[in-house]
């Protein structure tokens, strides 16, 4: 589920934030949206489909 341009991408887990470092003009903001929600968390651009989340391992699940 990478996103071509995309160098590291780091979550951090108390501010809840994602760091991504990438190519300038190489990658579309919307790719980065589908490539989170695709593995299973939303974005306030892209949610997450049930089957995604669904298989996210027990620590990394959001919602109650």
Known sequence: NGVEG???AT???????LTVKHHKGEVKMASLHKAVAAVGHNTDQQKAGSEAYASL???C????
């Open 6 to 8: 995309v160098k590291k």
């Open 11 to 17: 979550w951090d887990k108390e501010s809840e934030k």
């Open 57 to 59: 391992p027990a620590c």
């Open 61 to 64: 699940k959001y919602k109650e």
